[in-house]
């Protein structure tokens, strides 16, 4: 299965290098200069991934009914480029009453908020009832 809407797709298709020895970050700071300039392909590519997620982000809305939805990883960073492509096809596709109370927008921790998340995660259920009991039985 090949991968279509990540950063590296993108990058990928635009051919613009992930990162070099002195930025790395580079290809998304060059794919976010191309898309403020109105570069048509690299506009279209990051409509099409904003499609893409957009598509999977109305069956998450769906199927879990969240008030929240945020987006993380280095195409946040494209803030209103991304975000306008996801919100539109997630109000087309999901049901407005699961849609109606949603709010979707990008991180604010920035390229770090997955490990946040993580421990988060683990903490949470490390300090849980049931994790407390584990500590102590096992």
């Known amino acids: 299965m090949r991968a279509i809407a990540s950063h590296r797709a993108v990058l990928g298709s635009l051919d613009i290098p992930e990162s070099t020895e002195e930025d790395p970050l580079h290809g998304v700071h060059q794919l976010a200069e191309r ?6 392909p690299a506009v279209r590519v990051l409509r099409q991934a904003a499609t893409e ?4 982000a109305a069956m998450l809305v769906y199927m879990y009914n969240p008030r ?12 209103d480029d991304l975000l306008s492509g996801v919100r539109a096809v997630v109000y087309q596709r999901a049901l407005p009453l699961a849609t109606r ?7 604010r921790r920035g390229a770090a908020s ?6 988060a995660l683990a903490t949470g259920d490390v300090f849980s009832e049931r994790g407390i009991a584990r500590l102590l039985f096992d």
Do not use: F, K, Q
């Open 35 to 40: 898309v403020a300039n109105n570069d048509p």
């Open 68 to 79: 929240t939805l945020i987006l993380g990883g280095p195409l946040s960073d494209l803030r």
């Open 114 to 119: 997955a490990v946040h998340g993580a421990v």
């Open 53 to 56: 997620i957009g598509e999977l």
């Open 101 to 107: 109370n949603l709010t979707i927008t990008t991180t």
